[in-house]
């Protein structure tokens, strides 16, 4: 990967080192013969369990409940990149796990296959690394995950085409769902503590305003301006996700009497909890 130096010793060199004593340091040999998948996020593994459901294994980098602003890769994660025969990044230069520390994961093992949700779904920069809650981004990344995912299954191509269709038209009807509950409130705005739903509110006309900026708590000034933004829009909810302190969102909720409620981006049942976005912000911006 251009721009970073390899490490004079291996991802695998050092992991033979740690278990050294434990058992020779001969190739690999896992109990359980399925291909690894390592994907970033939690909703991503939700996308591979509907393509390859027990064909494969799947390792998430950022288990639930995990900052991906803080989080970092546990032993346990990088065994599973040595093991991975694939992996499915977001892949946006923005996100901050991504960036401290899967590129240099990658780069022992330049060979490993690579599907990314920022590339499949359009690749371009913005500033928001949440492309899984907009559902045309993920039809986009499982229109190529699935191919590759039958490079490693060959035997079960045919089953994975069907399984890709069936995810399709899983996704038509989300969409149906999610255009239907927010077309009354497009052009409206929703408040939130940590901007992770810009690409789903844009999808559907809506416009998010978020008290974090730069994954940083706000600044006095920029508590002031959203207190007042909020209070002009008639805000009667601000949303928080439980990966985030909820304090300045509180603070905002108390100024101008609204209520904090817990929308998490990074839930497993990704159509699922789509649904139950929509269905909060609906109740949320009705009159």
């Not at 033979?16 to 390592?38: E, H, T």
């Not at 901050?96 to 599907?115: K, N, Q, S, T």
């Not at 706000?218 to 805000?235: D, F, N």
Request: charge should be negative; include cysteine; charged fraction near 20%.
């Amino acid at each position: 990967m251009p721009g970073i130096r390899r490490p004079r010793r291996s991802l695998a060199a050092l992991l033979c080192g740690v278990f050294l004593g434990l058992s020779a340091c001969g190739p690999a040999k896992p109990s359980d013969p399925r291909p690894l998948v390592v994907v970033s996020v939690v909703p991503l593994q939700y996308v591979v369990d509907r393509l390859a459901g027990p064909r494969v294994r799947v390792a998430v980098l950022i288990p639930p409940g995990a900052n991906p602003a803080s989080h970092a890769p546990s032993l346990a994660d990088r065994q599973a990149m040595a093991e991975a025969a694939l992996v499915v990044p977001v892949g946006h230069p923005d996100f901050p796990f991504e960036r401290a520390w899967l590129g240099p994961m990658l780069a022992e093992r330049p060979d490993l296959a690579v599907v990314s949700l920022h590339e499949a779904s359009s690749g371009e920069r913005g500033d928001d690394p949440h492309e899984w809650t907009a559902p045309d981004r993920v039809v986009a990344l499982a229109a190529r995950l699935a191919p590759a995912l039958a490079q490693l299954l060959p035997a079960e191509a045919s089953e994975l085409t069907g399984n890709l269709a069936a995810f399709q038209a899983e996704v038509a009807d989300l969409e149906a769902f999610l255009e239907g509950t927010l077309e009354p409130f497009r052009g409206r705005r929703f408040f939130v503590f940590h901007p992770a739903w810009g690409h789903f509110a844009r999808a559907y006309g809506l416009e998010q305003l978020a008290i974090e900026h730069g994954h940083k708590e706000p600044g006095p000034a920029r508590l002031a301006e959203r207190i007042s933004a909020a209070r002009s829009a008639g805000a009667r909810v601000l949303f928080v996700q439980p990966q985030f302190s909820p304090e300045a969102a509180r603070v905002v909720a108390g100024e101008i009497g609204a209520r904090v409620e817990t929308l998490d981006p990074l839930a497993y049942d990704w159509p699922a909890n789509l649904r139950h976005v929509a269905q909060r912000l609906a109740e949320g911006l009705a009159p």
